[in-house]
């Protein structure tokens, strides 16, 4: 099992930008660290801003445990919520000053933490046994979803959330599999994925059990209805002034991201018009041109961040009320 003394091996991906680019919302108040994994932001930002709190919301117990040790000498400054990240808008309702707080950060994914502990089942490169679940107290696996779905639901899930161009195929080998035997561990699904896919297409892109696994971790944990539910309320949890900073990993999270803070920076004044119309304006500035990247050095020193885009945004007015979506949750923390 991981402990927090190994936590400082693990370097958060693009840490330097993100302070920058928040760090004009952060004289003092709140930061949402919607993706708090092994705590490298939290710790990042509670170094460099002393007169802010962090709440680190994840829904892994032991990315919560982790954290928290790590980030103990700060004392009451930092918070740990178990809890999933579309839950930001009601973390924000508990911490924030009027429900709203003044930043707030997400780094999509699965964390170092998921991937180091080959047990949890999230690495094609180790045997281990298929589960994928952030939260283990979760019920569902990738095992189960491979024992119970339909082939059609499972080529469904490959082709979407993997972008898998032989989804089909794979799903049809799962199948004839798993009617002989249980499928219950990784090494036995590379297996399937490697044989089902041709030979040309194995010798690019990495390795082609990629996007399989990729697609399995999205539906066990259901993280793109999440993101759905997370950007545009993390957006409502800002107060005017407040910044918002997502890291995504893969073309589909960068593409609801973008839709979203897309939809707060043009006006909705109907085109033609010679002015804009009162509570039609943009209410998000875009802080980044399109996504920022890693640079080569960065990815020399943190390989992970080869494939990040970050996006950030600051909040500039409220949101029209012909916009605002009354997302009432049914509980609260």
């Known amino acids: 099992m991981a402990d927090a003394s190994n936590n400082a091996l693990h370097v ?9 680019l928040l760090a004009p ?6 930061l949402i660290d919607c993706t708090l994994g092994m ?20 829904r892994d117990p032991a990315a919560i445990r982790l954290a928290s040790e790590r980030l103990a000498r700060f004392g009451e400054r930092f918070t740990a919520v178990h809890t999933t990240y579309d839950d930001v808008d009601q973390v924000a309702a508990r911490f924030g000053e009027g429900g709203k707080v003044e930043a707030i950060l997400m780094d999509l994914g699965v964390s170092s933490l998921q991937l180091d502990e080959e047990e949890r089942g999230f690495s094609y490169a180790a045997d281990a046994p298929l589960d994928m679940r952030m939260d283990t107290t979760s019920p569902r696996t990738a095992a189960d979803i491979l024992a119970t779905e ?3 639901e499972i080529a469904r899930i490959l082709r979407v959330y993997g972008e898998e161009k032989f989804a089909g195929r794979i799903a049809e080998a799962v199948v004839r599999r798993r009617d002989k035997e249980p499928l219950t561990r990784t090494g036995e699904l590379v297996e399937i994925v490697r044989e089902s896919i041709p030979a040309p297409a194995r010798r690019t ?12 971790r999205i539906a066990v944990n259901g993280e793109l209805d999440s993101l759905r539910l ?11 002034g407040g910044r918002l900073a997502v890291e995504s990993y893969q073309s589909l999270e960068d593409r609801i991201v973008k839709d979203a803070f897309a939809a707060g920076t043009r ?37 992970r ?4 885009r970050l996006r950030a945004v600051e909040r500039i007015a409220p949101t029209p009320s012909h916009l605002s979506n009354p997302d009432h949750r049914r509980d609260h923390l």
């Open 12 to 20: 958060p991906v693009l840490a330097r930008t993100c302070l920058d």
């Open 25 to 30: 919302a952060l004289e003092s108040g709140v």
């Open 39 to 58: 705590g490298g932001h939290s710790e990042a930002f509670l170094t460099d801003f002393p007169n802010i709190r962090v709440v680190g919301i994840d």
């Open 150 to 152: 339909p082939k059609a």
């Open 205 to 216: 892109g990495g390795n082609p059990a990629k996007r399989t696994f990729q697609a399995l």
């Open 230 to 240: 997370a950007v545009p309320r993390a957006i409502e949890s800002l107060k005017v």
């Open 267 to 303: 006006s909705t004044t109907p085109a033609g018009l010679p002015l804009e119309l009162e509570g039609h304006g943009p209410y998000l500035k875009a802080l980044t041109r399109g996504a920022i990247k890693a640079t080569e050095a960065e990815i020399a020193a943190n390989p």
């Open 305 to 308: 961040s080869a494939s990040v």
